[in-house]
């Protein structure tokens, strides 16, 4: 059998159930305080009816009056309190849970990345967590808050008169009826209404990326059409909604006057019957109105429990998702190996028959090639033909399979990670910074003395000079402020200046970067790179180097060249030796040298 | 991102929700000032309905439940029902009424926003952040619509159901109201002491909560970058002292919440406790009025009336506020008037496509009165191209070329000199008789989120035949059949699924289906792959073959297609002459010859 609400109990196991003293300390001040509440309509009877029989009695009216005031002051403390002690720990479940989630997400590996797009996982670490949190704040305390009141103030309305409690409950439990039936229907007109806002605002946010495509083409009356009909669709949805909040609510409000309307006649009966005094149905009247609120609270309750169930489901998924690092798997069981300790020593790497398929698709088909330590590496083909896998698979970002890559002789999958990483700097093709200074976006953690140089080395100076305050840019958004190639030339800087730090072990990759600076510059980088310069010294080892690019000018400087295609290794070899033999390269020269 | 825009000093100069610049909303509101107007009317009766509620109630008990008067007794707590169920109609006319034209209301303001933005000249969308203006059209006109369903006419309501009470309550007790409205302005005052807090506070806790929101998302789209530079520890440090900042300021606002709650609950207990000991001592006191148990009960249900809207009209005011700064922002961005002065000639259809430039000059910024062209990006360019002709320009990063392209295109304006199109100034020339006679094809491809049908002929009516003519010519068809579903393949996100250069055929293609005279084609630089480069280049040698073209070029192969050569070097031209011509020369365009064009013009792009 199993339970309802699984995620919500794991969830409460985790997070809320260390935090029982707060909700228990919360729960006895809920009831305190519906118990106070429910004793003064009980007073307010004793003093009414004091009051109609006359100045003999006046002495009862003050006391009922001076308890009333007593119990409101307390109210007012005890009340605080109980909020408090449900949302406090609601905030601090909240946090520990955002905590470990991000911490999670830092873990992942880019195969669970690839599966869900950037603003799904976003909406799970903000929006859903809100959700859960509603549950453990919001949720707990209304819950606790309507048992509470129920208990006390159907007690209290049961000992003035059973009969009139059973009529008085009827309409509003019809009313609650409605409530809830048509709370979740809003919930579901809200949450379309808010998939309308959001394609409105990415067809606008498209339409104004395209402007000057729009204006070009003289297509604003079109365009301005289309966004007409999403924001009508949006329109027509905001109407309906306000149809339906206009009818539900004050339904609950209406159910309230029935039963007031129900208790004066059949209450007012029994008053002049003398079965009741006149007090106690004044007292009962105001019990029903009290009531009111928890129980229309109560029909938004059940939403609330449903949207963090589903919110929390989507968060556990995360926390299932497996990290992808085969060598944790090895490690736990022993055989562990430190592929990649810290070693002064440039890696060497050996490809051996690798094949790597993104599903069925093998985009790597069958590699076998040496890297020896120190050397470079140029790789050259068609987009698809699988150069940036291949990046991405010798950097681990994809995990190739056990006995394909090895790194001075030990299969890259036994060993750590984290250690590889440190070993190695890759520049991806498409730059990503962030929205901070130029000087953090490169130093991403280096002391800021160390800039100089690789962002001379990046052609970055003279962008540098362009801008308002230099290094200290702030570069918005994505880099929003900077142009296509002055952000790839910051992330080319930011990689040299971490190759630097990481000394001469390590191995650079650059995915298709060199296109970010001009025909001198890059002759200037290749041969800083590639250890080529006059001013590098025999003694000083050169990183190992992987340079996927289409420029031939560079790779003629790489010790090798693989050409892929089809993600098979076509032609290997050295820049003269593939210009002499027919096939793509050939081809690519002569079309690069013009005239084809 | 600094630039200070001219509506944060003029909000900053009328912060008042009640200032005049309602009015500019009135062409919005106009058609539906029937529908405002139903409201209005709607608001003394809601009022008054309201008001009667407890009255009558208090009739049903001191006329005939105190009085033992059974009689009548249904009759009367009828009235009662009536008035409750009379308050609900009228509240849903008053809420639909008024929902359903805030919201047409809103609708018709969106559209003038993005009507009047999308025609906006390019220099405008050069300085302002694309994320400014999508907000203007998002959550400004959002924060408007809630101002005017919950704020605007909701607070006149409110203030005719106080004033309704108060009436109410005089009429039935003045000295007992009297007695309680004494407790009134302490009761005011600490509830403005608590939202003033709590507006601080909710403020921290919005800045606390966006700081941690964007920090999340931008580290998990960088979520490789971070791995790769091993800065996790590093990320989820920044994190955690965002995430406490965010508790910390939540637990801090959660104070004030509940106990205003609990205040505002605790003390319209004591009002009844006051109630109660007032009627006491009125026992004693010959001559006044008693307090009758109906008033007792009357008065709680009035007091609850007349806090409920004090509680919320803090909100509602801060509603206003924030509409009156939105509106602001609006106001400020219908009012930006930089845009292309469109011309009136209409050119014959088709027209044969001669482009004449004589001294063109131009420049991104001016000094008023200067004629001294000290910012000139273009000194004084003279060329003809005949019909049909092909002219390629080439030229170092800087020298002009891409300024060129864009006064061609019409998207900047305010140029010197004179640019003619079959003997027409190109500025006379109607908007859409220009793209009818230039075509022009951008380096950076603009891909929307549509089908490929849409992103081809950009939501125009395009025949069948001109769409496939002028996918076949530019081998776009290619990419056409590469689904099944064809034309209708869906375009994703910013062209993620259209590889770069797909891209740039499917942009030469949506030229195409203009059937232009004129084609102004800036040359991709970004390597595409050689199947796609190929098509790309057939696509570009039949154009050259049909259309009068002028080319910013980087390819060999397109320059060497070229009849002529023009060399931009810093916006003049330095050399014009065929390829062997100017090679021959041994001047620039040798020079930039030998460097190979490739590389001389990937260095950067044109200013902006």
């Not at chain 1, 704040?137 to 209304?142: I, K």
């Not at chain 1, 000992?159 to 309409?171: E, H, R």
Request: charge should be neutral.
């Amino acid at each position: 059998m199993t339970l309802p609400f699984p995620h919500l109990r794991r969830f409460s196991a985790r997070y809320v159930a260390p935090l029982w003293r707060w909700y228990l300390a919360g729960t006895a001040a809920v009831f305190l305080t519906n118990w106070m509440a429910v004793r003064i309509p009980a007073e307010l009877a004793t003093g009414l009816d004091a009051l109609r029989a006359g100045a003999a009695t006046a002495g009862v009216v003050t006391t009922a009056a001076s308890h009333i005031f007593a119990l409101g002051a307390a109210i007012i403390v005890v009340r605080t309190v109980s909020r408090l002690w449900f949302f406090t720990p609601a905030r601090l479940a909240e946090f520990e849970l955002r905590e470990d989630l991000f911490a999670r997400l830092l873990k992942l590996q880019p195969d669970f990345y690839a599966k869900y797009r950037t603003g799904d996982l976003l909406s799970r670490a903000t929006t859903d967590i809100t959700f859960a949190r509603a549950f453990a704040g919001f949720a707990t305390l209304q819950g606790a808050n309507i048992i509470a009141a129920l208990v006390t103030a159907i007690g209290q309305m049961a000992a003035f008169s059973p009969k009139l409690t059973v009529i008085a409950s009827i309409p509003v439990i019809l009313g609650f009826l409605v409530v809830r039936k048509g709370s979740a229907a809003l919930m579901g007109i809200q949450r379309a209404t808010q998939q309308q806002q959001g394609l409105y605002a990415d067809q606008l946010l498209g339409a104004l990326q395209g402007i000057s495509t729009i204006q070009a083409f003289n297509v604003e009356v079109p365009f301005g059409a289309r966004l007409g009909e999403r924001a009508s669709v949006l329109r027509d949805n905001n109407i309906r909604l306000a149809r339906l909040r206009a009818l539900v609510f004050p339904l609950f409000t209406v159910s309230g006057g029935i039963a007031v309307f129900l208790l004066l006649g059949f209450g007012g009966q029994l008053v002049v019957n003398g079965q009741m005094t006149a007090g106690q149905l004044a007292a009962f009247i105001s019990l029903v109105t009290y009531l009111i609120i928890p129980l229309r609270l109560l029909g938004f309750l059940l939403p609330v429990f449903q949207r963090a169930e589903a919110s929390l489901e989507r968060i556990h998924a995360m926390f299932d998702a497996p990290v992808t690092r085969p060598e944790l798997a090895l490690t736990a069981s022993g055989s562990g190996s430190p592929a990649s300790a810290t070693t002064a020593l440039p890696p060497a790497l050996s490809l051996h028959n690798l094949t790597f398929k993104y599903g069925d698709v093998a985009v790597l088909n069958g590699l076998t090639l040496d890297i020896p330590a120190g050397t470079s590496l140029g790789v050259f083909g068609r987009s698809g033909s699988g150069k940036t896998t291949l990046l991405r698979v010798l950097a681990r970002l994809e995990n190739p399979p056990p006995g394909t890559v090895s790194v001075d002789g030990v299969d890259v999958t036994a060993g750590d990670l984290d250690r590889w990483r440190e070993r190695m700097v890759l520049v991806p093709q498409t730059a990503w910074l962030f929205s901070e200074t130029i000087a953090e976006n490169v130093a991403m953690g280096l002391s800021p003395g160390v800039l100089e140089a690789p962002v001379r080395d990046a052609a970055l100076e003279p962008d540098l000079a362009a801008l308002p305050a230099g290094l200290e840019t702030v570069v918005g958004e994505r880099g929003i402020v900077l142009s296509g190639g002055q952000r790839q030339r910051v992330a080319l800087a930011r990689g040299l200046a971490h190759a630097r730090a990481r000394g001469a072990g390590t191995l650079l990759l650059f995915d298709d970067v060199l296109s970010a600076v001009d025909h001198h510059t890059e002759q200037i980088l290749i041969h800083t790179l590639l250890g080529r310069s006059s001013e590098a010294s025999e003694t000083r080892a050169t990183p190992t180097c992987v340079i996927v690019t289409h420029r031939m000018s560079a790779l003629q400087f790489c010790d090798q060249v693989l050409v892929l295609d089809e993600g098979r290794a076509v032609q290997l070899g050295r820049h003269t030796d593939l210009l002499a033999m027919k096939g793509i390269y050939q081809d690519a020269w002569n079309a690069q040298q013009g005239d084809g | 991102m600094t630039r200070g825009s001219p509506a944060a000093k003029t909000a900053a100069k009328t912060g008042s929700p009640w200032g005049s610049y309602w009015t500019g909303l009135w062409p919005d509101l106009r058609p539906d000032k029937l529908r405002f107007l139903l409201a209005i009317v709607c608001v003394p009766i809601i009022s008054a309905m309201g008001a009667a509620q407890p009255a009558l109630m208090k009739r049903v008990l001191d006329d005939h439940v105190v009085a033992g008067k059974a009689e009548g007794l249904w009759a009367a707590a009828g009235l009662y029902l009536a008035a409750v169920l009379g308050s609900f109609v009228i509240e849903g006319v008053y809420t639909i009424a008024l929902s359903v034209a805030a919201e047409r209301t809103i609708y018709r303001l969106r559209q003038r926003i993005v009507t009047h933005t999308l025609g906006l000249s390019q220099r405008f969308f050069e300085r302002q952040p694309t994320g400014q203006v999508l907000t203007r059209a998002t959550s400004d006109v959002d924060a408007l619509s809630e101002a005017l369903s919950q704020g605007s006419i909701s607070i006149l309501l409110d203030i005719s159901n106080m004033l309704a009470v108060l009436i109410a309550m005089f009429y039935l007790d003045g000295h007992l109201t009297l007695a309680l409205l004494a407790l009134a302005p302490p009761l005011v005052a600490m509830i403005e002491f608590f939202r003033r807090r709590m507006r601080v506070l909710f403020a921290e806790v919005r800045d606390a909560l966006a700081a941690l929101n964007s920090f999340t998302a931008e580290r998990l789209a960088g979520i490789e970058v971070l791995q790769l530079y091993r800065q996790e520890e590093r990320t989820q440090a920044r994190f955690r002292s965002l995430d406490a900042a965010h508790r910390d300021a939540n637990v801090k606002n959660n104070f004030y919440d509940a106990a205003l709650y609990a205040l505002i609950d605790g003390i319209s207990s004591m009002c009844v406790a006051l109630m109660l000991y007032w009627g006491g001592r009125q026992l004693g006191v010959p001559g006044s009025d008693a307090v009758t148990v109906g008033l007792v009960v009357a008065f709680v249900d009035y007091i609850d009336r007349l806090f409920r809207p004090l509680r919320e009209f803090s909100g509602k005011v801060t509603f206003l506020q924030r509409a009156g700064a939105s509106l602001e922002k609006i106001y400020w961005l219908l009012g930006v008037t930089e845009r292309i002065t469109p011309g009136s000639v209409v050119l014959p259809d088709p027209t044969p496509g001669r482009l004449v430039l004589s001294g063109v000059r131009f420049a991104y910024r001016s000094e008023p009165g200067d004629e001294s062209g000290k910012y000139d990006i273009l000194k004084g360019i003279d060329l003809t191209v005949e019909p049909g002709e092909v002219v390629a320009v080439v030229g170092r990063t800087g020298s002009g070329k891409s300024t060129l392209v864009r006064l061609l295109a019409r998207v900047h304006d305010g140029y010197r000199g004179s640019i003619t199109v079959d003997g027409v100034e190109l500025r006379d020339i109607a908007p859409t008789s220009v793209r009818k006679a230039i075509g022009s094809v951008r380096q950076e491809v603009q891909l929307f989120t549509d089908t490929l049908r849409f992103n081809l002929t950009l939501g125009e009516v395009v025949s069948e035949p001109r769409l496939a003519d002028a996918l076949r010519l530019t081998n776009a068809d290619i990419i056409a059949n590469r689904t099944p579903e064809g034309l209708e393949q869906p375009i994703r996100e910013r062209g993620s699924n259209v590889s770069a250069g797909e891209g740039q055929i499917l942009a030469l293609a949506r030229a195409m289906v203009r059937d232009p005279a004129i084609v102004i084609l800036d040359e991709a630089t970004a390597s595409v792959d050689p199947l796609s480069e190929r098509l790309l280049q057939e696509g570009i040698e039949r154009v050259f073959a049909r259309k009068t073209c002028l080319v910013i070029a980087h390819r060999l192969s397109t320059i060497t297609h070229a009849d002529r050569i023009l060399v931009l070097d810093a916006g003049e031209v330095v050399e014009l002459g065929t390829h062997a011509q100017l090679l021959a020369k041994g001047g620039a365009y040798a020079a930039l010859y030998a460097e190979g064009f490739q590389d001389a013009a990937v260095a950067g792009r044109a200013p902006l």
